[in-house]
């Protein structure tokens, strides 16, 4: 049973254009959601994240938008860089029951042409 | 600060043989979890471990096990090693218990044949 989802395996981007990334989740006790990116044969490297208090986190060029009653979040990319090319995972967890165990999405590969 | 590092990078192993992973995570950073990813089956979580103990498991089979040392730093086992086993094994290192945000190792690529 897949609590997080992102529905969308590939997303192609002109350089300098947005990326929007979108990533569902099922669980009701997720509170914390992150990103990462990541490269074949390479630990995923965090990018961004955000709390289930906040609906919308910034950092630099990425943004994070949480919609708690859709259940639904979305990694924006400003302005998008070929270096951004990568697979992106979105994750989330239920920080509140102390577990730190992450639910990971299938992953979107982002292409970013030059 | 260091980041995650995970020994080896790279192993190959033949079937019904045992392996052990090592990570040491982020200085001051006392949780660990480990993590499989395979093509079919994603990122999947394997275990959590905190002041020694195992806090939380995913649903591994028991070949699949862990620990951690007072220094934080994990190991994992995996026994009877099988085909299927081949994947990349990912360490992540969180601050404490209920502290999510992870950094994760550049893993150990595991190749059962």
């Known amino acids: 049973d897949q609590q997080v989802k992102q529905n969308s395996p590939s997303l192609s981007v002109q350089e300098g254009r947005i990326s929007i990334l979108n990533c569902d989740y099922t669980?009701?006790?997720?509170?914390?959601f992150l990103w990462y990116k990541k490269y074949p044969a390479e630990g995923p490297t965090f990018l961004i994240s955000?709390?289930?208090?906040?609906d919308k986190n910034e950092d630099g060029r990425f943004t994070v938008f949480l919609n708690k009653s859709a259940k639904h979040l979305s990694l924006h990319i400003v302005p998008s860089q070929p270096g951004d090319s990568a697979v992106y995972f979105c994750?989330?967890?239920?920080?509140?029951?102390?577990?730190?165990?992450?639910?990971f999405g299938t992953g979107t590969r982002l292409t970013v042409i030059p | 600060k260091a980041g995650v590092t995970q020994t080896p990078r790279y192993l190959i192993k033949t079937r019904g043989q045992q392996v052990t992973l090592s990570c040491s995570p982020i200085s001051g950073h006392r949780s660990v979890s480990w993590y499989q990813q395979t093509p079919g089956q994603g990122l999947q979580f394997l275990f959590e471990y905190f002041s020694e103990t195992q806090r939380n498991k995913g649903n591994f089979p028991g070949r699949f096990s862990g620990r951690q040392f007072s220094n934080s730093r994990s190991e994992m086992n995996v026994s009877t090693l099988e085909l299927g086993d081949s994947a990349l094994y990912l360490c992540?290192?969180?601050?404490?218990?209920?502290?999510?945000?992870?950094?994760f190792g550049q893993g150990t690529r595991l190749t059962v044949v």
């Open positions: 955000i709390s289930s208090i906040k």
């Open positions: 994750a989330a967890s239920a920080s509140k029951t102390g577990a730190n165990n992450l639910f």
């Open positions: 992540a290192s969180s601050l404490a218990r209920g502290s999510p945000k992870a950094f």
């Open positions: 669980n009701s006790m997720f509170d914390y």
